[in-house]
């Protein structure tokens, strides 16, 4: 059985799927658009995706808003692409990166997953906390760009919190966080290119923080860190690694909102091509 809701506003929304205690989402929820369609569904395992395919090998794509995404979200595209396989959506809008490995270790142990793809998501991430804190941000930026020192903004811990898990749990991907900002207009003024409207044609910065290039450079600092830690504990331990970063990486791009609303979310009408992409780097996996 089934509990059916019907989609409201972002905060009264969440706390009809997120369980506080917990830190997951609640099981068995069908989220039902004002025109009658369903907007998205939790299955017996508290994921995004359909019921349980014991006929099908079990995947699970992990992270936060990014993969947990709009609808039913881009994870579940890569079902028709992979016969024989169900791919469940394992994101939690704004989940902390530890709490992301934790609801990953605690299904692996009760549930058998056959692949676990896990993008650790952005969090956590404020950069307004480390602008107050440190007033020589430039300067560690600048090292964290040129590869010259670590900035650990958001990172501290990160590095040994992955290796504990991808030891845990030798059967995952790891997956680096796309961006859509990039080197070439990191220092420029983008505020032009902020747009109202819809996911399809809008495009915002960060959540509700106020747009600065000095936060535009922090959070692309943020992210460039974390995905280098990826990229390491990836080779240390041996395990798959698709690098989403430099896949749709924007630098060449002749508009780097291409595929993204803002600067961490994949646009709903690039879903296919995201779906598309990680598969052809996970495939030889399916098997």
Known sequence: MKTIQLITDNEAFKALYFDRERQALRPNLVFVHHEGWVFFETNELG?????????RKLAVVWGDSVVFSVGRGWPCLLDPLAPGWQFLNGGLDGDLYTNVLTRARELNRRQRVALNVLMPGWHPMDPRTQLKRDRRLGARLHRALTGARPVQVGNRGFREDLTAFVREVPNTVLVTMPTALNPRILDQDLSPYLVEGNDEVRFGFLGILHYSIT??????????ERNAIIRDVAAEAGVPLVDLFKVFDTTEKADFRDVFYDILHFRPNAYPVVA????GEIKHLLV
């Open 47 to 55: 994921l995004k995706g359909d019921a349980l395919d014991p006929s």
């Open 215 to 224: 936060l535009q450079r922090a959070s692309y600092a943020h992210i460039v």
């Open 276 to 279: 598309q992409r990680l598969y």
